[in-house]
């Protein structure tokens, strides 16, 4: 025994009319689902460009360090400076790092707790300027020293 839907008007629904509502429900789900993957394809694709970009990048640079390693001349980087073997060297250095500014032999001897007298400052001011002469500090004015820019 078949069972019959009827309409409210107690009339059967057509199945031609029935089966082509059914088609179309599907081709709309399928058209949204057409147009989710064509976006979902769009943004890959940015994504896939910019991570070529960026390889693209380092293989430039790469390239370029590689040319400029094989120049002449290229490998010929001054030897770090060699901080004198005194403690007083390194102390000197250490308050430059804390204070992270430019200093006078005389804020180095307050700083040392050093007495303020002209033996003190000198020898600390000596120790300065040998500090520079090995392009360990600067002396930015007369006097004045402080740690170089890297």
């Not at 003190?120 to 004045?144: C, D, H, M």
């Amino acid at each position: 025994m078949a069972l019959v839907v009827t309409r409210a008007g107690g009339q059967e629904p057509d199945p031609g009319t029935w089966l082509l509502d059914k088609i179309d429900a599907r081709e709309q789900a399928v058209t949204c689902q057409i147009e989710q993957t064509r976006a979902e394809i769009d943004t890959l694709t940015t994504r896939l460009r910019d991570l070529e970009q960026a390889a693209e990048h380092l293989r430039i640079t790469r390239k370029t360090l590689l040319s400029l390693a094989d120049q002449p001349g290229a490998g010929n980087v001054p030897p770090a400076p060699v901080l004198p073997s005194h403690p007083a060297y390194r102390q000197i250095l250490d308050l430059f790092a804390d204070y992270g500014r430019p200093l006078r032999a005389r804020d180095l001897c307050e700083a040392m707790d050093l007495p303020i007298v002209a033996k003190n400052t000198e020898k600390i001011r000596a120790k300065l300027k040998r500090l520079v002469s090995q392009g360990i500090l600067a002396e930015t004015e007369p006097g004045l020293f402080t740690q170089p820019r890297p």
